[in-house]
């Protein structure tokens, strides 16, 4: 038995445009990276992670 496919809502008018000027807006603004010291506990997990040994490894 099949299944109806919803129908896929289309953007018009008003909001439309104020979703592509926003959309535009954003790609030429680059998104914020992350701070000095995310990426020093990003690291510090990472490294964490590679070095991790299961408790009956260290027989």
Partial sequence: ???????VPI???????????RAEEREKSPAPGLSQEREERIAKVMKQMREFKFPWENK
């Fill in 1 to 7: 038995m099949a299944i109806p496919i919803k129908a």
């Fill in 11 to 21: 953007l018009s008018g008003k909001i439309a445009d104020d979703f592509v000027r």
